[in-house]
Structure formats: structure tokens, C-alpha cells
């Protein structure tokens, strides 16, 4: 699906899972490093999260995925997946009763 919709091949990276509960987040920060600038890989280097699930977004804080430069908010809903730069600056705040759950992966495109 990632290929199909990058139209390229890929490599991942890195996997990642989360389990959002009331009071939690993340804080800004974005999925490029060192590694991706010295080995001038930044352009080629995506994110991907999976909500599986939301949560309880009836709260004051219903965990908006909120991008930087330029500034956009997302309120994810149950099977969104989204693909963003992975040196994208990002943040969340959720404080739903219900646990939040996502999955996700870095990967790079090959051309």
C-alpha cells in the first residue's frame, strides 16, 4: 500500500506502537536524525500512523495531530493512516478516557 501510494519503492526504518491514555502525549519533534542529514537521506524519509484507535475524543483534549511549519491540525479518526516528511515537526496532547492506540513506521523511499 505504501508503494502504490508513494509510487516507489521503499525501506523501513524503524516500527513503532503507542498507547495514548488520558493525561499523555508528544511532545514536538519530528523523525529525522543525524544519520538522514549526513547521509543527505532527509528527502527520502516518510512517516507513517495507523490509528487503529482514537480514543475518546469527547474531551477537552482530544489529541489532534498538530503539524508545524506550516501549521495544521488533524483530528485523526479509527483507520486513518497518514504519511507525512518525516522531518515534519509534530505534536500531540490527549487526555480521552479511552486508551488511544497507533501504530507506525519510518521508511525511505528508493529510487
Do not use: C, W
Amino acid at each position: 500500500m505504501i508503494k502504490k501510494t508513494i509510487g516507489s519503492d521503499i525501506f523501513i526504518m524503524e516500527s513503532f506502537f503507542n498507547i495514548f491514555k488520558t493525561g499523555s502525549g508528544i511532545v514536538k519533534h519530528n523523525h529525522a536524525g543525524t544519520f538522514d542529514e549526513k547521509n543527505k537521506l532527509i528527502n527520502n524519509k516518510y512517516s507513517l500512523v495507523y490509528y487503529l484507535s482514537v480514543g475518546d475524543q469527547s474531551s477537552k483534549q482530544p489529541g489532534v495531530l498538530k503539524f508545524y511549519e506550516p501549521e495544521d491540525e488533524i483530528l485523526p479518526i479509527d483507520g486513518m493512516i497518514l504519511i507525512f516528511p518525516a522531518d515534519r515537526y509534530h505534536a500531540s496532547v490527549y487526555s480521552g478516557q479511552k486508551d488511544r492506540v497507533m501504530i507506525g513506521v519510518n521508511f525511505y523511499t528508493i529510487n
